[in-house]
């Protein structure tokens, strides 16, 4: 019998392993949801290879369509069965997230006489395009390389100094261990990406977890991406880039909030 439960997808953050958000996979699971969480093509572990090697050639050709292209692979399918879901992303992972949604809606979907679709979108610190074809900050520029960032042949090192900032919440213990589940190679192309469909377009219920302390991805700058969204509900946490790792009961009330129709 078809579950009457919408399938919950997790589109992780960027360098992310889906080890990093089993706590919450694993409370939606006790509370009966079935989950989907991605293995994100744009990132992984090229510590064993070189810039000459084809691992490292493929991860550095591959960016935010590749993961979209992913999440349809993996969700259209159930919602050709008439399943609905919700898509929860993180940080990087919003991109992908906020493009897969397009034409995969449950009204969307019944103009083109398929049943299914997704229902609702939650936002986990992550991003909100101002304008189409243009970046998060409504420009033409490439972004910065961030600090804790080292670009080689078309991939992002993730250097050690961002530990402290992604898991600012946790203990040092607690650092380490999700340091360990966190890929240190990401391509630089999957930061480019100037889309064409954008939050705003977006007609579902759209819910944004604020995290307040947040030092990867500012509280300010978060509270802009929620305004240029257009997200229509706000759930602030008092947590670090990771709520998914240090309040993940807040994050599943939070999915279970905006999975009600």
């Known amino acids: 019998m078809t579950s009457t439960k919408p399938v919950i997808m997790i589109v992780p953050g960027g360098f992310c392993s889906p080890q990093t958000y089993e706590h919450v996979e694993q409370l939606l699971h006790q509370q009966g949801y ?56 993180h940080s990087y992972g919003s991109v992908p997230a906020m493009l897969s949604i397009e034409g995969q809606t449950v009204a969307e979907r019944a103009e083109r006489n398929s049943i299914g679709g997704i229902i609702a979108y939650v936002n986990v610190a992550g991003f909100a395009h101002p304008a189409r074809g243009k970046n998060v900050f409504g420009t033409d520029d490439e972004p910065p390389l961030m600090p804790y960032h080292v670009l080689e042949e078309g991939i992002l090192h993730l250097g050690e100094e961002a530990k402290p900032l992604f898991f600012s919440d946790l203990s040092p213990t607690a650092q380490d261990t999700a340091w360990s589940k966190t890929y240190k190679t990401q391509s630089r192309k999957s930061l480019l990406t100037k889309p064409n469909f954008i939050e705003s377009d977006i007609k579902i219920p759209k819910t944004y977890l604020l995290c307040q302390k947040d030092r990867t991805v500012a509280p300010a700058y978060q509270e802009s991406f929620i305004k240029t969204g257009g997200f229509d509900n706000v759930v602030n946490l008092a947590s670090g880039h990771f709520p998914f790792i240090s309040m993940p009961e807040d994050v599943v009330k939070a999915i279970l909030d905006a999975s009600q129709e």
């Open 34 to 89: 079935e989950t989907i969480v991605l293995k994100l093509t744009v990132c992984g572990d090229l510590s064993s290879k070189t810039a000459a090697s084809r691992e490292w050639r493929d991860m550095a050709e591959k960016g935010v369509a590749d993961d979209v292209k992913l999440i349809h692979s993996l969700l259209l399918p159930l919602l050709d069965q008439g399943r609905k879901a919700v898509i929860v992303a």
